[in-house]
């Protein structure tokens, strides 16, 4: 959460891994800060979702691990 609450906040990961936050994670994360719920509450909230994962590559470094396959149209 240190990303959320800490101003100006980075790290040194070159590729972040984990679920994408939709509208309802960011809801659930606002009534945490605000102190409406407890840090178990929100994570008990938080496992009932089903969530996409995403690769965040943060460096050029992790950029270059990327390699292009192939490309379809689709219409």
């Known amino acids: ?3 959320r609450t800490q ?3 980075t790290h040194d990961y070159d590729i972040v891994y984990g679920p994408v936050a939709n509208d309802r994670v960011y809801l659930q994360f606002g ?3 605000s102190g409406a719920i407890s840090i178990d509450t929100l994570i008990r909230e938080l496992k009932t979702y089903k969530l996409i994962d995403q690769y965040l590559f943060h460096t050029e470094k992790a950029l270059t ?3 292009f396959i192939e490309a379809t149209k689709i219409e």
């Open 7 to 9: 101003k100006g906040f």
């Open 31 to 33: 009534l945490y800060e």
């Open 1 to 3: 959460m240190a990303n």
């Open 65 to 67: 691990a990327l390699h």
